[in-house]
Nanobody
């Protein structure tokens, strides 16, 4: 069992940066691939970025490549999402998730544990 708690969301202006954090509790954190997803109002939840168990491999959606960076600190049971050059279309609730596998998975079905989400609002 893994519990995930996101933090760091807020209201920012277009072009600003924000860093989200995800604190994990439970066993064997470093055996899980971790991901960030987001859900905008009226839309389905979508994949943002993921990282494998060691942090050596990451994968990101085209919409955030070059702007968002995922990282992890296994010693602290933490995952981070650094978001730069934010755009109004990045407005969403952001969710941290722990995967069934140790890889950087991109599909929701490959994740078994989810946080409650943190709101990110980007004004124009």
């Amino acid at each position: 069992q893994v519990q995930l708690v996101e933090s760091g969301g807020g209201l920012v202006q277009a072009g600003d940066s924000l860093r989200l954090s995800c604190a994990a509790s439970g066993r064997a954190f470093d055996s899980y691939g971790m991901g960030w997803f987001r859900q905008a109002p009226g839309k389905e939840r979508e994949f943002v970025t993921a990282i494998n168990w060691s942090g050596a491999r990451t994968y990101s959606a085209d919409s955030v490549k070059g702007r968002f960076t995922i990282s992890r600190d296994n010693a602290k049971n933490m995952v981070y999402l650094q978001m730069n050059s934010l755009k109004p279309e990045d407005t969403a609730v952001y969710y941290c998730a722990a995967g069934s596998y140790a890889i950087a998975a991109t599909r929701e079905s490959e994740y078994v544990y989810w946080g409650q989400g943190t709101q990110v609002t980007v004004s124009s």
